[in-house]
T-cell receptor, first 114, second 110 residues
């Protein structure tokens, strides 16, 4: 099992462009979580998804950010019209299901907005 | 609202010395608490959780509800313990939705 895979590892975007971050969960995992880590801060929860469903998006900024986890393929975190303040490390985690199950983290995508 | 505080951003000790990484939390319900570790150039991984009451790599952590603390301890630090340590709280039914502290960078000197 290759673990949670995130790509790209590094992404550079100019202000106003779109950023797409991908997360492939571990085999057999149907729950995905996205976190953002701003410089000098801890990881902050953004969104929790199951296949084709958003379970909890309480940590998502109201505008420009969206996430999906389709029936087939990776989970995508999409940031439209990026601004300098979006520069951060974005982490994805996956778990088999709810309840007493550990979440496993990917290595993160470092987004730099220039 | 739930919150996790790690008051020390940096902690340096010498090999063989005891180490304690502090973590305090704020949560109105019954919390599930975890310590995660990130070694250099590796992904974040679970070190231990309070419900399992186990010792991993010589580390232990006891939940003190009276002091709302979950400090991580090891009696004799090793150089390979040098890493970033995060305390985290799961307040809901999913252990994947976590509130993290800001992290403590532990450096163990030879």
């Amino acid at each position: 099992n290759a673990g949670v895979m995130q790509n790209p590892r590094h992404l550079v975007r100019r202000r106003g462009q779109e950023a797409r971050l991908r997360c492939s969960p571990m085999k057999g995992h149907s729950h995905v979580y996205w976190y953002r880590q701003l410089p000098e801060e801890g990881l902050k929860f953004m969104v929790y998804l199951q296949k084709e469903n958003i379970i909890d998006e309480s940590g998502m900024p109201k505008e420009r950010f969206s996430a999906e986890f389709p029936k087939e393929g990776p989970s995508i975190l999409r940031i439209q019209q990026v601004v300098r303040g979006d520069s951060a490390a974005y982490f994805c985690a996956s778990s088999p299901g709810m309840g007493d199950t550990e979440a496993f983290f990917g290595q993160g995508t470092r987004l730099t907005v220039v | 609202a739930q919150r996790v505080t790690q008051p020390e951003k940096l902690l340096s000790v010498f090999k063989g010395a005891p180490v304690e990484l502090k973590c305090n939390y704020s949560y109105s319900g019954s919390p599930e608490l975890f310590w995660y570790v990130q070694y250099s150039r590796q992904r974040l991984q679970l070190l231990l959780r309070h419900i399992s009451r186990e010792s991993i790599k010589g580390f232990t952590a006891d939940l003190n509800k009276g002091e709302t603390s979950f400090h991580l301890k090891k009696p004799f630090a090793q150089e390979e313990d040098s890493a970033m340590y995060y305390c985290a709280l799961a307040g809901g039914t999913s252990y994947g939705k976590l509130t993290f502290g800001q992290g403590t960078i532990l450096t163990v000197h030879p």
